[in-house]
């Protein structure tokens, strides 16, 4: 029936000086998104955006990708056609008899707006005479302007758009709009969540995932791999850092305490990442980390672990029930994969007892033992880009 | 550099085999059912392979029934066989089944009682205790012949006696699958009433097993369609893959003294030393006619199996831990544990499995390799 999809933003973002790149932000990432689809065409009609396809049959699938691109509030499945006053009646006609044969319908209104001043006849004007026409073509139904069962919307630009239905999508900000931050993906339930979570105000993400290879399988590449595609739907290609911090664990287990095994661990990852976003103008680094959740996550371990760096990171989930992080996981699509069990470098190495309250002095003495410098740089140059 | 010594999990195709394939896909490649004379060649061939697969057990061809491959045989067999049970029947096996039996056993335990037999040390079957759990009503009798993780091999001979001495009328399945085509099997010997079998174990094709059925037993269809394969497994037969399994049996029939006894001297190689070379290692498997000629596991303490695995790809060896088909479930050492594996080994054991492809030249680099890997693995664990 449709064959184009009208896009709605929420209005704030769309004053201002900023709305030509944050329209053109969107176009790409629309076009990222139905990269696989042919004969699409993406353009603008007096200030709205379109997507236009030629294959009316794909029209439910690019419904389903649209959805999840940051930036649209709603999305209109329309009829577009020229703007001449009988291909409109004959469209209208056509889509309500659709309609109808899906639902029953027994009042209707119709909603005319007309950016096109030069259009004859006043939207008001308008609006009567189509729905006079389907008074005369359809037998028990009224117009009821307050709770009509179905509104039509007759959109008159350089073209006219018919719609009727008004699909809600993720929201958010478009990818682009907002800077870049680097995201610590493990092969977890969080981490996707945390990532999709900024991404979704507008932040272009990187990820990038440590590893212990082969104290840990490739299969446990290929599942954060997987992750990062799947996150990737909402966030556009995401570019994947892999760094093996084996080298890192033999000298931490060589030379410190067993018990603080993961903090120090965790502050180099901190430290291999700020080195990653220094280098790639990126501002901030994301983690999956909830309060609470386990012992590198309490509010002095997390203290303990920032100290590592200067720069800021972002937690999203910080104040998140596990159900809470799980029922996002299960709605973006990223909890089937997460929960596939292999290894990650965390299981491998982690202490019998960690600490839970780690006192800084403490831990920068521990490390006083290792050449900080020098491991970083090590781990550094196992850098893979997938 | 590529060492493939996980053959118990699959094999490479030996070239022959492909060769044979490839004139199937591109000249005989006819539907065995058609009237007219494409049908009636590749008919022809498909009863030459049937012979080839049926020589290496000694049975007659008309014995042999062409399936999917292992899992399935084990599940025509088995399902074939409790088609008619009731509640007051009762079936038995091992706990060192593979899952494509264990599993089906399994699922009859909500039906009816399911009875495992204890094995020894070495994993063979307690037969004191197997005569005692065969009564009137024992449907069923079903046993891996070749363990798939450590290669202990069943004394065919005695469990048959000890199961029809006890009741006749009790069914015998043997799961071959790790067996069939590695050690000497005379189907005609032993009273048994149906065994599988795979192809790809044997450097033949995937996608393609054997099953025996005895001329004087009938099992039930569980799968129903056209009236291939006398209707035990219909469906359009996998022309090239039975064509390919045929040419991987003929050419273990050539010469299928030589070709074990390499495998026996290979393993025994392996076992001398990786038992001279590294310290606090357990072979699980039995050296003597015990074990099967082709299966070496071997247990290190502190170890974890699976990193010992990637240690060894990362140089071109492949091994596996364990059995392929357990191994991606996680703690899984369920067959390990029968055989009373000692827990600081459990986690630490790898298989080595041979095939046609490997050589002597190859030990020196493999066992270098695993000492190797075995000392760094210990030094970052033990630390």
Known sequence: ???????????????????????????????????????????????????ETQRKEDMDDIIEKVKKVFGIVLISPSIKIEKDVETIKENVKELFEYITSKKEIKTFKIHTKRSDKSFPIKSMDFSAMIGGEILKNFDNIKVDVHNPDLEIYIDIKSKCYISSEKIKTVGGLPIGTNGKALLLLSGGIDSPVAGYMIAKRGVEVDALYFHTYPFTSERANEKVKKLAELIGEYCGKIKLYSINILEIHKAIKENCKEE???????????????????????????????????????????????????????????GLDKTEIIEISRNIGTYETSILPYDDCCSVFAPKHPLTKPKIERIKKSEENLNIEELVNKAYFTMEII | ???????????????????????????????????????????????????????????????????????????????????????????????????????????????????????????KI????????????????????????????????????????????TKIH????????????????????????????????????????????????IIFGGNQEN???????????????????????????????????????????????????????????????????????????????HYLENVGIYVSTGSACSSKAKN?????????????????????????????????????????????IRDIIKL
Not at chain 1, 21 to 28: M, N
Not at chain 2, 139 to 165: A, Y
Not at chain 2, 342 to 359: E, M, P, W
Request: some cysteine.
């Open chain 2, 332 to 376: 899984n050492y369920r067959i390990l544990e029968a055989i009373n594996l000692d827990k600081d080994y459990l986690g630490g054991t790898i298989r080595i499995s041979l095939g046609y492809f490997n050589t002597y030249d190859e030990v020196e680099y493999v066992i270098e390799n695993i000492k190797k890997s075995v000392h760094e």
């Open chain 1, 260 to 318: 603080e095994t993961t903090i120090l661990a965790r502050r180099f990852m901190m430290r291999i990442a700020e080195k990653i976003a220094k280098e790639n103008d990126i501002d901030m680094l994301i983690t999956g980390e909830s309060l609470g959740q386990v012992a590198s996550q309490t509010m002095k371990s997390m203290a303990v672990i920032e100290n590592a760096i200067d720069i800021p990171i972002l937690k999203p989930l910080v």
């Open chain 2, 1 to 123: 550099m590529e060492i493939y010594l996980d053959n118990s999990s699959t094999t490479k195709v030996r070239p022959e085999v492909l060769e044979g394939m490839i004139e199937i896909y591109e000249k005989d490649y006819g539907n065995p059912s058609s009237l007219h004379s494409k049908g009636l060649e590749i008919e022809k061939k498909i009863n030459t392979a049937r012979m080839s697969v049926a020589k290496i057990i000694n049975a007659k061809a008309n014995e042999i029934y062409f399936t999917g491959g292992g899992t399935e045989s084990n599940n025509i067999a088995i399902f074939g066989h409790l088609y008619n049970i009731n509640e007051k029947h009762n079936i038995i096996t091992t706990k060192i089944e593979h899952p494509s039996v264990y599993n089906i056993y399994k699922h009859f335990e909500e039906k009816i009682n399911v009875k495992y037999v204890d094995t020894d040390k070495t994993g």
């Open chain 1, 1 to 51: 029936m449709y064959n184009v999809l009208a896009l709605s933003f929420g209005e704030i973002f769309l004053k201002g000086k900023n709305r030509g790149s944050f329209e053109q932000k969107l176009a790409e990432q629309i076009k990222f998104a139905l990269k696989d689809f042919k004969n699409i065409r993406v353009f603008k009609d007096q200030g709205k955006i379109f997507v």
């Open chain 2, 174 to 221: 043997v799961d071959a699958i790790q067996a069939y085509g590695k050690i000497e099997i005379d189907i005609r010997k032993y009273p048994v009433d149906t065994m599988a079998f795979s192809s790809h174990k044997i450097h033949g094709p995937k996608g393609v097993g054997g099953l025996y059925i005895s001329s004087d037993c009938k099992i039930n269809s």
């Open chain 2, 231 to 309: 209707g035990i497994r219909p469906g359009t037969e996998n022309t090239p893959g039975i064509v390919g399994f045929g040419v991987a049996c003929d050419l273990i029939n050539e010469d299928f003294n030589k070709y074990t006894e390499k495998f026996y001297s290979l393993k025994k190689l392996y076992c001398d030393k990786l038992t001279k070379e590294i310290d606090d290692i357990k072979i699980n498997s039995q050296l003597d006619n015990n074990g099967a000629p082709h299966i070496l596991s071997v247990s290190f303490k502190d170890i974890k199996g699976e990193i010992l695995v």
């Open chain 2, 126 to 169: 307690n037969l004191n205790e197997l005569e005692k759990l065969v009564d009137e009503n024992t449907v069923l009798v079903s046993f891996i012949l070749v363990n798939n993780e450590f290669g202990t091999i069943q004394d065919l001979n005695e469990i048959t006696k000890v199961v029809k001495n006890k009741n006749s009328r």
